[in-house]
């Protein structure tokens, strides 16, 4: 009991506060949130760095690795570190769209139809294990993830803000797996890999939840308003002309490799703009620098690529063609 109350006053001290308004400030306060989601998800700072930055980004999170390693530990840390409205859906193959949008449903008392919504109309939602479902079922969240509102019967219901989906997957070479659709794909602003703990981390890992549970120790230091004031600031972060330029070259360049189908989409330049803007805020910057968009390509595109066939996807990977394109693209002076 003492601990709900003691996460209801953090949660009120944070509405009362607010995200600060300069960038100094708003790193502090980024920080602190990566500083609390990395007690439960012990070993992992820069997994947890990415995911908090899509998050300020305004984008989605795709967590791809075997199981075990911790993607739903993760998810579950980031939703209560944030004192927002959280639900969670268990993708299995007999899963419906409607499982996830809502349904509109007769009521005999009031002879009259109402939607019944589902749980995608939330602040943080955690699609476990994505691709289970399929194909049909993970296009379900498409207009969600993209447009923020769901259409059902031909009526469109708008959604809350802030949404932020948080899915994790397993290798798609695993049993009773479905790909995701590429358009899908297209809308999470990274992917991620937790990968193995090392020894150290491993050891603490067993110490601590020898104890207790790893999100005993996860309060919320966020709300909704306060996340939403820190979008807003990563959205006024800037970004001079010639960076823009830059950032365009980038992306264009996936679209004349030889040995990809396709390039990154316009989408995918819009969230390395944005995820490069989350980057200098962490810093407390208020200009976008060329190394923040570098790594905001290393992470925003390699899953965004489609191989030709018969080309060379069996020795280059996607992050070896991004890497390529980084190093041949000239920065601006």
Same mark, same amino acid.
């Given at each position: ?21 300069? &960038? $100094?400030?708003?790193?502090?306060? $980024? ?16 997994? @947890? ?35 927002? %409205? ?7 193959? %007999? ?23 589902? &749980? @995608? ?6 699609? %476990? ?5 399929? *194909? ?28 932020? @989906?948080?899915?994790?997957?397993? *290798? ?13 794909? %297209? ?8 990968? /193995? ?15 207790? #549970?790893? !999100? ?6 966020? #709300?909704? /308003?306060? !996340? ?17 330029? /830059? ?10 490799? #030889? ?6 989409? &316009? ?20 200009? $976008?620098?060329? =190394? ?8 925003? !595109?390699?899953?965004?690529?489609? /191989? ?14 991004? =890497?390529?394109? @980084? #190093?041949?693209?000239?920065?601006? $002076?």
């Amino acid at each position: 009991m003492t601990s709900e109350l003691s996460r209801h006053a953090l949660a009120a001290s944070s509405i009362a506060s607010g995200a600060s308004g300069t &960038p $100094v400030a708003a790193s502090t306060e $980024v920080r602190q949130l990566i500083q609390n989601i990395s007690r439960a998800f012990l070993g992992k700072e820069e997994v @947890v760095q990415r995911a908090v930055l899509a998050l300020i980004a305004g984008g989605h999170v795709l967590i791809e690795d075997v199981p075990g390693l911790g993607k739903t530990l993760l998810a579950k840390a980031i939703s209560r570190s944030l004192a927002a %409205d959280f639900k969670r859906i268990q993708f299995t193959a %007999d899963l419906l769209p409607s499982d996830i949008t809502g349904v509109t449903v007769y009521s005999p008392e009031r002879h009259e139809f109402s939607f019944r919504r589902g &749980p @995608v109309f939330t602040n943080v939602l955690l699609g %476990d294990e994505i691709n289970r479902a399929t *194909p049909r079922t993970q296009s379900s969240l498409l207009e969600a993830m993209e447009e923020r509102h769901v259409t059902v019967d031909g009526v469109v219901h708008v959604m809350e803000s802030p949404f932020f @989906v948080l899915a994790t997957q397993n *290798p798609i070479e695993l049993e009773g797996t479905y790909p995701l659709p590429f358009a899908q794909m %297209d809308r999470f602003m990274i992917r991620l890999s937790v990968g /193995y703990l090392d020894r150290t981390a491993e050891i603490q890992m067993l110490r601590e939840q020898q104890k207790r #549970d790893p !999100l005993e120790c996860v309060a919320p230091v966020m #709300d909704c /308003y306060a !996340l939403t004031r820190l979008q807003a600031l990563v959205r006024e972060v800037r970004l001079e002309d010639s960076l823009a330029g /830059y950032l365009v070259d980038l992306v264009q360049a996936t679209r004349k490799t #030889d040995s990809l189908e396709y390039g990154a989409s &316009p989408r995918g330049s819009l969230d390395i703009q944005s995820f490069s803007q989350a980057l200098a805020l962490l810093t407390g910057r208020e200009y $976008v620098l060329p =190394d923040d968009i570098k790594q905001a390509a290393r992470l925003v !595109l390699p899953h965004r690529l489609i /191989y030709r066939k018969g080309g060379r996807s069996a020795t280059l990977s996607a992050h070896a063609v991004i =890497d390529h394109i @980084v #190093d041949s693209v000239p920065v601006p $002076v």
